[in-house]
């Protein structure tokens, strides 16, 4: 069985060196408790590098990421291998609000993001 994470908020933005898809799960406060960023460098590699940091603990994703697949309001990324900080499991499935803002985002970012992982599924 996948891992399985749930946000409430979904942010696309791109610096002048980065591409990046933030997920994260906020307090009524509106503080962070639970995030999950991935990121594509820019100009570095022809494709770019993917980094994958969930609560501050950073990962190659471009080694780790076999690939991805959205559906709805749902990203499911497979792993080549197990992944120990996800219990073992060898893919984490992502769900998110179905809000126009977070369906937003994901449009404009899980492509520039994930690129050439992203495969099947419907956006």
């Given amino acids: 069985m996948p891992a399985s994470r749930h946000y409430d ?4 933005d791109v610096q002048e060196n980065a591409t990046m898809l933030f997920f994260a799960r906020t307090t ?4 962070i408790e639970d995030y999950l960023l ?8 022809p494709d770019g590098e993917i980094f ?18 959205m559906n709805g309001a749902m990203l499911t990324i497979s792993f080549h291998e197990p992944f120990r900080e996800m219990g073992g ?8 609000d179905d809000s126009t803002e977070n369906r937003t985002s994901m449009e404009a970012g899980a492509f520039r993001v994930l690129g050439e992982k992203l495969s099947g599924g419907h956006a």
Avoid at 38 to 45: A, C, I, V
Avoid at 53 to 66: A, D, R
Avoid at 89 to 96: A, I, K, Q, R, Y
């Fill in 38 to 45: 991935l990121m594509r460098t820019e100009g570095q590699e």
């Fill in 28 to 31: 009524d406060e509106g503080d």
């Fill in 52 to 69: 994958l940091e969930i609560n501050e603990k950073q990962f190659s994703g471009s080694e780790m990421i076999c690939d991805a697949k």
């Fill in 9 to 12: 908020t979904v942010a696309f």
């Fill in 89 to 96: 499991e060898s893919s984490m499935v992502l769900t998110f």
